[in-house]
């Protein structure tokens, strides 16, 4: 063995590693000549500038094409670029790092879908997937020079519809386009691999695109190669982890080599590295190292312990072959806990034998246009979601798998990730054998990319099919028009989402738990159950539009969906209209609210009137419909925490933003902060206190997602509007660990004891260690019913680090308080708040603006009224003696 190992390694050191060429450069794009659109688009059949990663609507936008697709209401006139066939060539030399390689191989991580791939005028490829990785061998069909590749784009949309249109009867789809584009009755969305949300949803733009959305690369390679590397945990204590390294080595004929395995801890300190001989046959062979970790630092959720991360390199060495390939790796365990009880059975997910009760939200993509979204996108919005107290986020099915960027800033900021595999409605032809084995191949190559990563907690199948088969109708309208094809399409779903998909989480996911449909029992009789399984819960918003209260009569095993809507900031608003086009029911407003196809405000005005009355102009609507989100949410989020260990997780709709308008979304797409943000920081704290008010009772709970045991006291105080003391009461207790504990329940009349109900308020506190760390305020009746004082805010601005201490006096209770610096660019470390009479509430502005910028451009909005504030002497001496150079150098972020 030892001769073996030396003449490897000498192997080793005469071998050159395989070789990577990236191919972004010097792309150019085209309407392809015979495209009937030519007609009307002679200017894109000429060669344009592209750009790889990218597709072909941003390439027609830099090129000037067309206008922005985001901006005004430029959707409709768009949609023949869906519809169109678009070439996409470019030139390159390959030196003789690769044409000297035994092997060479094209790699495209991302074709967006139907393509022919020819290199010097040979055909190499067809694609029909957007979401798999394509390798294609190009042994021999190399020149030195003047390579020259293209890429031919079919529409999806005209190389499928003649086989929907050519069905008896058709399946049920998505969102029917308003633009003519397909016919309502013939949607093709359902029959692409491709992301469904490109063909419209009730949140974003229809734009059917193509390109290569992600990277292209020339690979060069020798005698072998480590194609991938997979870490398999199989025991995990304090004192050991037992892992297996299985890595997958790719030969061109039998042979032996050396292979190296080196860990190396969160610390950056490598351990002992283990080698091995093996005897590699021709093709693929896996490869299995056992590796012992003593005293293993294992990865936590966030809010339960560290983000340990490990590094596992595999290393291969032998005569003609060098290579390597390492994964970054947390060591934790995950169960999905479905306990049996006299009620139904339980959904949670248990990490290293803690449960952990799941709070956050669900993600859609980040862009219409995916190539744009960068890792510093990400970040923003995912370190946003664990700002708010999330621990968990739910990758949605109809969007596309997220980059690898993704899960690696999602495991180092501690956030679990339930995967959809990428089914987001309707019902796929999952009965067509060849589908279903496009659809196998797919999960394999997403399986193994994502499956190293400790934040994925769970692969799911689908989003909403079995509830829309069972639930919506779909079942019984292909039933009633043909029984023996709703069978067979029914089948076809057991066996993909039943079988297939399972089959492969088993064998590539490293254990991780798979859930064949969301929401669902996982293919029992009943999809959206209460008592069983996760749920989407849509009664209030969808139909029958029941108001936020409903959400306390809904008390699930784990609620994945469920929302209200809101617009985003009039500053975002301003992006994509001017100020003459903002109008409640204006052409370009409802061009960017997809609900109700443009009638979304209807839905929103009944919810803002229900509770706050009439909103006054544009700018008022904008605002009450954040409220009837922000207040809305946290009703739900808090009823589900407090019925806790029932309830084991709460991922309201929708976390981001994948355009400028209107969303269920808590972050809009430049990242700012909705009043629902906000709020979602406090109702999913660590420690809440959840005083939840229905029907003239108000239940009051304690929540600790602590481990160990917390000293508190909970406070209530009830106050009439001007600061009046009317009642006060405490109480000393213990939070127990992990658990929601109810404390008191109130009836109005207790606590208003003959009080005004319009005038007076609850204030209900939790103290720990000497401050509050969770309050919440109950109204005893509607808000546009409730008289308020006339408000008065004093404010004062001092320099603080990397911006501006900013404090707020109330005269009186306010409520909704929202603080606004218009175009200005201002970080608040919190807003949309309540102002409670005397009690001075700190900020903290982050921003390099000047104080006198700040104090001119801040205004204030709440439902008690909208004052300017009225500044203090010391912030005005503050602003004339400091000078916008010394303000800004201050307060550089």
């Not at 085209?30 to 495209?35: I, K």
């Not at 394999?444 to 689908?462: A, E, M, Q, T, Y």
């Not at 009317?726 to 009080?755: I, M, N, S, Y």
């Amino acid at each position: 063995m030892a001769v073996l190992l030396l003449g490897a390694w000498i192997g080793f050191a005469q071998a050159a590693p395989p070789v990577s060429v990236p191919l972004h450069d010097g792309w150019e794009f085209r309407l392809a000549t015979d495209d009937p659109a030519i007609t009307k688009q002679a200017e894109a059949a000429r060669w344009h500038a592209a750009r790889v990663p990218g597709n072909v609507h941003t390439d027609l936008l830099a090129a000037g094409l067309i206008r922005d697709p985001y901006v005004g209401a430029a959707e409709a006139e768009l949609q023949w670029i869906g519809l169109s066939r678009w070439e996409y060539r470019t030139r390159f030399d390959a030196g003789a790092d690769v044409r000297k390689r035994a092997h060479a191989v094209l790699v495209f991580e991302g074709v967006d879908t139907f393509a022919d791939i020819w290199l010097n005028g040979e055909r190499l490829a067809t694609t029909d997937n957007s979401f798999r990785t394509w390798r294609i061998p190009v042994d021999g069909k190399l020149r030195k020079r003047g390579n020259e590749l293209i890429v031919v784009f079919d529409s999806p949309i005209r190389r499928l519809l003649p086989r929907v249109q050519a069905m008896p009867h058709k399946i049920a789809g998505n969102y029917p386009s308003p633009y003519g584009d397909e016919p309502k009755d013939a949607m093709t969305g359902n029959f692409a691999r491709k992301p469904g949300y490109h063909y419209g949803w009730d949140w974003g733009p229809r734009y059917v695109t193509a390109g290569l959305w992600r990277p292209v690369r020339l690979e060069g390679w020798d005698a072998a190669r480590i194609a991938d590397l997979q870490v398999v945990q199989h025991t995990l204590n304090a004192e050991r982890a037992d892992v297996g390294a299985r890595v997958r080595i790719e030969s061109d004929k039998a042979r032996t080599a050396s292979l190296e395995i080196v860990v190396t801890a969160p610390d950056g300190k490598p351990l002992p590295a283990i080698r091995q001989d093996v005897t590699l046959r021709s093709g693929e062979n896996d490869v299995d190292v056992s590796v012992q970790i003593a005293q293993p630092r294992r990865w936590w959720p966030v809010g339960y312990g560290e983000q340990a991360l490990y590094t596992v390199e595999a290393r291969l060495a032998g005569r003609g072959s060098q290579d390597s390939l390492r994964k970054r790796i947390g060591l934790r365990t995950v169960e999905l806990r479905r306990d049996k009880d006299e009620k139904g059975q339980g959904f949670a997910f248990v990490i290293n034998g803690v449960p952990i009760f799941a709070k956050g939200a669900n993600v859609i993509p980040f862009d219409a246009f995916p190539a744009r979204v960068t890792r510093e996108r990400l970040r923003r919005d995912l370190t946003a979601a664990r700002d708010a107290n999330m621990n968990m986020l739910r990758n949605w099915g109809g969007g596309y798998y997220e980059s690898d960027d993704f899960f690696d800033i999602a495991d180092e900021l501690g956030l679990l990730i339930w995967q959809d595999f990428m089914f987001g409605g309707g019902m796929p032809p999952a009965f067509d054998p060849e589908f279903r084995a496009n659809v196998v191949a797919e999960a394999r190559d997403n399986v193994r990319r994502i499956r190293h990563h400790p934040s994925v907690v769970l692969w799911c199948g689908n989003n909403e099919e079995e509830t829309a088969w069972k639930d919506w109708g779909h079942s019984k309208t292909l039933t009633d028009a043909d029984p023996a094809f709703a069978k067979t399409v029914w089948e076809g779903y057991v066996q993909l989402f039943g079988r297939d998909l399972r089959q492969v989480v088993a064998e590539e996911g490293g254990g991780i738990p798979y859930w064949s449909s969301s929401p669902s029992n996982d293919l029992d009789e009943k999809a959206n159950d209460t008592d069983r399984g996760d749920k989407h819960y849509w009664e209030v918003w969808g139909n029958p539009a029941r108001p936020p209260e409903a959400y306390l009569d809904v008390t699930p095993r784990f609620m994945s969906e469920y929302g209200l809507q809101a617009w985003p900031s009039l500053r975002t608003v301003d992006t994509f209209a001017k100020p003459g086009e903002q109008g409640i029911d204006a052409p370009v407003i409802r061009a960017h609210q997809k609900f109700l196809a443009g009638d979304g405000n209807q839905r929103l005005l009944l919810y803002i009137r229900r509770e706050y009355g009439e909103p006054r102009d544009f700018a008022d609507f904008v605002y009450l419909s954040q409220q009837v989100q922000a207040e809305g949410i946290e009703l739900a989020a808090l009823h589900h925490r407090a019925s806790r260990p029932r309830t084991m997780g709460s991922l309201y709709w929708q976390l981001n933003d994948v355009w400028p308008g209107a969303s269920w979304s808590s972050l809009d797409y430049y990242g700012r902060w909705k009043p629902l943000h906000f709020h979602a920081r406090r109702f999913f704290a660590p420690l809440a206190i959840a005083p939840l008010r229905k029907d003239g009772k108000t239940r009051v709970s304690l929540i600790s997602d602590r481990t160990t045991p917390v000293e508190a006291e909970w406070r209530l105080r009830v106050l009439d509007f001007g600061g009046r003391l009317l009642r006060e009461k405490r109480k000393q207790v213990t939070l127990q660990p992990l658990g929601a504990q109810q404390e008191a329940v109130f009836t109005d009349k207790e606590l208003l004891r003959g009080a005004d109900p319009r005038r007076t308020a609850a204030v209900f506190e939790l103290w720990v260690e000497g401050r509050a760390v969770s309050r919440r305020v109950v109204y005893f009746r509607p808000a546009k019913t409730l008289i308020w004082p006339r408000p008065t805010v004093r404010a004062s601005l001092r320099p603080d680090g990397d911006g501006y201490a900013l404090e707020l006096h109330a005269r009186s209770l306010m409520r909704g308080v929202w603080l606004d610096f218009g175009d200005r660019d201002v970080g608040l470390s919190d807003n949309t708040l309540t102002l409670l009479p005397g009690e001075p509430v700190h900020l903290h502005l982050r921003t390099a603006e000047t104080p006198d910028a700040l104090t001119r451009a801040l205004r204030l909005r709440s439902l008690s009224g909208s004052p300017d504030p009225v500044w203090e002497a010391s912030t005005q001496a503050a602003v004339s003696d400091m000078t916008p150079s010394e303000s800004a150098e201050s307060a550089s972020p």
